[in-house]
């Protein structure tokens, strides 16, 4: 298979696996509350989400990296197809809670598995090809996916009503999406090749395996400074995101009032949303070139950091529509880039579970916003909620400065030819930063 046509996959999976929750997404929030939650049984809800994909990450990158990322993906696809149809037909917290785990649970499998199968499939090929150009791709094919199942949603939920029933357009929206997770699990087992795991009976057992590649993991991180700065960044994105993505559609639909246009007004924002962060991806490749990666990746986080703080002084919905989309559009411009700088930085071994433990820091900032900033938002207010995630963006940011310009004269220095070893390496040597 040549790496255009390996790119090509990805970039159709890419697509494929996020649709299925962009048809959800501009009402993730809400159809709960249209079905009797408060904003405080919301966060919890979201919570749960948080707190399974925490608990799944590791073990399930770690799964990927031993028996296959192809069936774990598989795995994944599944779960999101149930989560959805759960989704359609919740309507206490506790239903909520089941379809949001489920989700969580899918996403855990998927998440890493993906782009390390890319990344690995690639390098297999073509050992000096650049990765910037297909992750940046299949950023951008992921808003797409997103943007376009938003518009579809919306556009359900338009036809079918806003009512509390599984089959008003909420409900539709969800079973549409379920659908679509099943189109997902059927392009991954057209699209997913990679050579056969040995079974445990044959070598080793799983358990033994999977501590191996824990193991990797572990001393991968310990030994780089850009993973671990990644995955403080990683935190401070999943504080940040929830933010935004907890409290926007209520901060919308109070700019909006009862103006009967709210189907059609929040598919339309989430798909420009996603339309937003596909246009940031395709141009992260030039802005990283020109500026620096590294520089480049601070610069853009520190403006992201400054549009979700002023995110609630817009008095208009237009207005808060701009500031939302400039916001996803940095978001598209530094996903890349974050996912260029943990690749580069890590081997192929443990490659899915760093990644997955990238995801697992997300969550964990996501958990602590989803738990405290939903009451927050009640007792001070959307704005004053967003200007403390977008200080804990800067500060970090601020924080992650110096260690990365550090290890980028690191990786100049490492560069440079060096004598042959009178000793044979060791077994474990982790990439110079």
């Known amino acids: 298979m040549s790496t255009a046509r390996l790119t090509r996959h990805y970039v159709v999976l890419g697509a494929l696996r996020w649709a299925p929750v962009g048809l959800v997404l501009p009402f993730m929030v809400i159809t709960p509350e249209a079905r009797g939650l408060s904003l405080g049984a919301i966060g919890a ?6 707190v399974v994909t925490m608990l799944l990450e590791v073990p399930s990158g770690a799964l990927a990296d031993t028996v296959g990322r192809r069936r774990v993906m598989l795995a994944g ?8 149809l759960v989704f359609a037909a919740a309507q206490s ?3 909520f809670a089941a379809s949001t785990g489920l989700l969580a649970a899918g996403r855990a499998m998927i998440s890493g598995a993906l782009e390390a199968w890319y990344v690995d499939s690639l390098r297999s090929i073509d050992p000096l090809a650049p990765l910037a150009r297909g992750l940046s791709r299949g950023t951008a094919a992921e808003g ?6 938003s518009l579809l949603g919306g556009a359900l939920v338009a036809i079918a009503g806003t009512g509390s029933g599984a089959f008003s357009g909420y409900g539709v929206a969800a079973l549409a999406g379920a659908v679509a997770a099943v189109v997902y699990f059927v392009a991954v087992a057209m699209l997913v090749r990679e050579p056969a795991v040995s079974r445990p009976d044959e070598r080793e057992s799983i358990g033994r395996q999977t501590r191996e590649v824990v193991a990797t993991a572990r001393a991968e991180a310990a030994a780089s400074v850009t993973v671990r700065v990644v995955f403080a960044t990683a935190i401070a994105l999943g504080v940040c995101l929830t933010a935004v993505e907890l409290l926007w559609q209520p ?3 109070d700019l909006l ?3 009967g246009t709210e189907g059609f007004a929040f598919g339309a924002l989430a798909a420009a949303s996603m339309l937003a962060v596909a246009l940031g991806a395709g141009l992260s490749p030039v802005v990283a070139r020109r500026l620096g990666l590294r520089p480049a990746y601070l610069t853009i986080l520190g403006v992201g950091a400054v549009c979700v703080a002023v995110l609630g002084a817009p008095a208009s919905p237009l207005a808060f529509a701009a500031v939302y989309l400039l916001a996803y559009a940095l978001l598209g411009l530094a996903e890349p880039m974050h996912y260029e700088l943990l690749n580069d ?5 443990a490659r899915a579970t760093l990644m997955s433990a990238e995801s697992f820091a997300t969550q964990s900032g996501s958990l602590v916003a989803n738990l405290g900033l939903g009451a927050l938002a009640a007792a001070q207010g959307v704005s004053a909620t967003w200007v403390l995630a977008g200080v804990v963006l800067g500060a970090t940011c601020a924080a992650i400065a110096r260690p990365l310009l550090r290890t980028r004269g690191a990786r100049r220095a490492a560069a440079q030819p060096t004598p042959k070893p009178l000793h044979p390496p060791l077994r474990f040597d982790p990439p110079p930063e």
């Open 93 to 95: 917290i506790g239903a």
């Open 345 to 349: 930085a890590v081997g192929s071994k």
């Open 251 to 253: 901060r919308l639909a």
């Open 257 to 259: 009032g009862a103006s």
């Open 144 to 149: 797409i996916g997103m943007a376009a199942g």
């Open 45 to 50: 809800v979201l919570a749960v989400h948080s």
């Open 77 to 84: 696809a599944a779960l999101t197809a149930l989560s959805l």
